[in-house]
């Protein structure tokens, strides 16, 4: 048995107040067109490399925008206790610190509780530090003056600057160097920060949000975080639940990723073999959701018909046996290498390995560098 698909008008005169132009008028008019079309143009070219910049800096791709604004799926005790927090603190302008593990969602919480708020016409901005060079991570924050170093050619706004009446996710918290962590703190109590190279501070209405997988609280009796910055962002922590611990929500869950997919990968799914489900809901994910929808991508992937091919698993667990000893940064390889190779190896134009992913370019290229993947030479 299997588990169905749930159910100025052209041609409008000249206005009376204008002056009719003689011929000499009319040709030096017509001269003067290409000039003003041709300035016009550049403008233009000019106003969207600018947005393509800012996108970029934001870390959002072309398609993936929409994708970003997917909901937390779930209708388990864990994920409505989860989801009335969230809600709870979304009218306020309080900090709020999102705990859990590795793919157990704090991305999708924190666009909750922003579209939840007064900000929400407003961006969310999203910064991974652990993406962030070190010597670089204040500049991207905070910004910089042109001259401020080699290479500054322009004086340049940093992510705080971006979420200006709207909402900044720090995500990977704990990842932040020592040397940031007190400005850091600054913003939080009182909104100003210095670009650097400036010589007067500035300030921003911007709403913070942190997420960590790490367990912060051991990190500052360690002296890596201070203790300060972690009372500050812990006004409201929320606690995600692993998926082991909601398991009821796997179907639903499976169900959702299939949907998102499978137009992409030009499949047509309407069954899910029940004995397949049975091992999603028996294995411990510890990857959680991101896991669990790589496992459904490589399934659909080797998918022809309408029933999800499973036959490449190994049902008494929900991952091939060979990667059953696996780390999650090896599932992670794996997957991704997958998709590089149904992508033709392109991050960047249609089509594109990143879009799928629903990443940006720069996560991917990231992501590919940290995990040692590399296109294979053509033979």
Partial sequence: MSTPLPAAPAGEPCPPDRPSLGARGRAADAQSWPVAVTSLQERLRDAVEEVQRLRARLGLAPSAAAEDRSEFVGTSRPV???????????ATDCPVLLLGETGSGKELVARRIHDRSYRAHRQLVTVNCAALPAGLVESELFGYERGAFTGALKTTPGRFELADGGTILLDEIGELPPETQPKLLRVLQS??????GATRMARVDTRIIASTNRDLAREVSEGRFRADLFYRLSVFPITLPPLRQRVEDIPLLVWHFITRKQAQLGRNVTEVPEAFMRALASYSWPGNA???????????IMTEGP?????WLALGGAVPSHAAACTL???DREHIRAVLAACGWKVAGKGNAAERLGLSRSTLQFRMKKLGIERPAQG
């Fill in 80 to 90: 409505a206790e989860l989801l009335a927090l969230a809600d709870q603190v979304a």
């Fill in 191 to 196: 909104g100003e920060f210095q670009r650097l």
């Fill in 290 to 300: 991101r896991e669990l929808e790589n496992v459904i991508e490589r399934a659909l």
């Fill in 307 to 311: 029933t999800l091919a499973t036959e």
């Fill in 329 to 331: 940064a090896e599932v």
